[in-house]
């Protein structure tokens, strides 16, 4: 009783410390323009899966949390599901260079509040247009203070309008971990972004934060989740963040190297229970002499990362084995394959004997063709001709396995001539009908008119300033026409 008697004490001192006065360029902003700033503020921010909620519905309420609803990317079954990503305000007090809201960066500004925003939510869930809501914050005066508005919002919608949908709620580096607790009771996720890969990056790139920062929190949520934290502040029958926690790294920011970044993914699935560590490639939306100089961000780098991390959650890797120290992943095969072409000592597989640890380190076999093959195996002998049908990917499967003692590859078990074998070969371009001059034409028409054609293809484009080039030629010939005849 004492500690919530003090814990009020404290919420109530943090509220006293708010800046009541709006800024100026605020004020003169209607709502649509506020969430339109918002929104793209908060597009950055690609930790936002909503898979893995279990909480349950209870009595009368809107929405749904459960598993075959809400995610912010494509179901199982095809349907694209939709989140409201937005930001409480933009506004920070914080320098980080790679982020797009630095305070030092001259953009507008915008914030909602948690009324607002719980408004909105309802109002979009009604036209069915979301089905829950991913919100985040800038951090304009401390982190207590954000922290408590986030909570004030997720709890409008839990309380007050009943919304039984998904909610994940960013939790806020440095923030009290009894309000990290407290926002737990009423979100389905939350997730606190790490960003950077290791601690040197931090002082150059973050001054105003440490990556202790990041980890209180993470541990203060994995530690709660353990123990399915209960109390004064649980709402009746809920449980703690049942989605669990998820975070983001930037790939491409700083000069770590892949195997930096696996470490620190693997490090953090162990020691914090994390449901996702989702990757972003870094993009340049700053410029200054601590970023790097790119022209486009590392997105193949990212997908390879992506794929790592894959092989560590469900395939039974180690950082250490995909990887040695200082290394990158090669982009022109998959992990997976590059670790198979540099141990051939492992290969190739026996198909009928081997069991399913060494199936899932074969390239072109996932977890599920792995349990097919051993419950088609208990009932017989397989033959090549079925390995396809149980979804196996043959044409990189085919050079690491035998079946019955016969190599399914007429190249045999040689990494030279497999790697000969899978490489992509020359990149084919397509024929063009237009010149390389009128294509620069169509691509600096492009830049200076993205809205315009948005939706475009290249040649349309080239096809359109033909046209044009042509009316204008036809004008001009009637022009210099003399008059009386044709």
Known sequence: MRGTVCYNMYRTYVLSQRDPTPASEESTMNFTDKVTILAESAKYDASCSSSG???????????????????????????CISLLKILLTNACRYDCHYCVNRCSN?????????????????????????????????????????????????????????????????????ADP???????????????????????????LTPQKRMADVTGPMGTIASAIRHQTKGPLALKGASFAPAGQSTQLIVGATADSD???????????????????????????????????????????EHRIYQADWLLRFYGFSAQELLNEGENFEEEWDPK????????????????????????RVPGIGVQSALRI????????????????????MK???????????????????????????????????????????????????????????????????????????QQALLQEERTRPLGGF
């Open 396 to 470: 990189r499967a085919c050079h690491f396995i035998t079946c019955g003692g016969k190599a399914l590859a007429p190249t045999g078990f040689d990494p030279l001539r497999i790697r000969s074998a899978l490489s992509p070969g020359p990149k084919i371009q397509q024929l063009s009908f237009f010149d390389d001059e009128l294509k620069a034409l169509a691509e600096e028409t492009f830049l200076k008119q993205p809205d315009a054609l948005w939706g475009w293809r290249e040649e349309d484009v080239c096809r359109a300033l033909q046209q044009n080039a042509a």
């Open 106 to 174: 001259d953009i507008p500004r915008a914030r909602l509040t948690p009324q607002e925003v719980a408004d909105l939510t309802m109002a979009f869930y009604r036209r069915n247009y979301i089905e829950g809501l991913f919100l985040s914050s800038g951090i304009p005066v401390s982190p207590d203070q954000t922290m408590m508005d986030l909570i004030q919002c997720a709890k409008l919608l839990r309380t007050v309008h009943h919304f039984q949908g998904y909610i994940h709620l960013k939790a806020i580096p440095g």
């Open 259 to 301: 195997h930096r970044i696996l470490l620190l993914a693997q490090s953090l699935y162990s020691r914090y229970q994390l449901k996702r560590v989702y990757y972003s490639a870094y993009m340049p939306v700053n410029q200054g002499p601590t970023l790097p100089e790119l022209i486009a961000p590392p997105l193949l780098r």
């Open 178 to 204: 009894l309000l990290i607790q407290e926002a737990g009771m009423y979100c389905d996720r939350l997730s606190v972004n790490i960003e950077l890969p290791s601690e040197e990056s931090f002082p150059i």
């Open 53 to 79: 909620s279990m909480r349950k519905k209870g009595g009368p309420g809107l929405g749904s949390a459960a598993p075959a609803g809400i995610c912010h990317t494509f179901s199982s079954d095809g349907r």
């Open 374 to 393: 051993i419950k088609a195996r208990a009932h017989g002998s397989l033959e090549a001709a079925c390995l396809k049908k149980m979804g196996i990917v």
């Open 337 to 360: 394959t590059t670790w198979a072409l540099r141990h051939p000592e492992f290969f190739p597989v026996e198909i009928q004997r081997a069991p399913k640890r060494d199936l899932l």
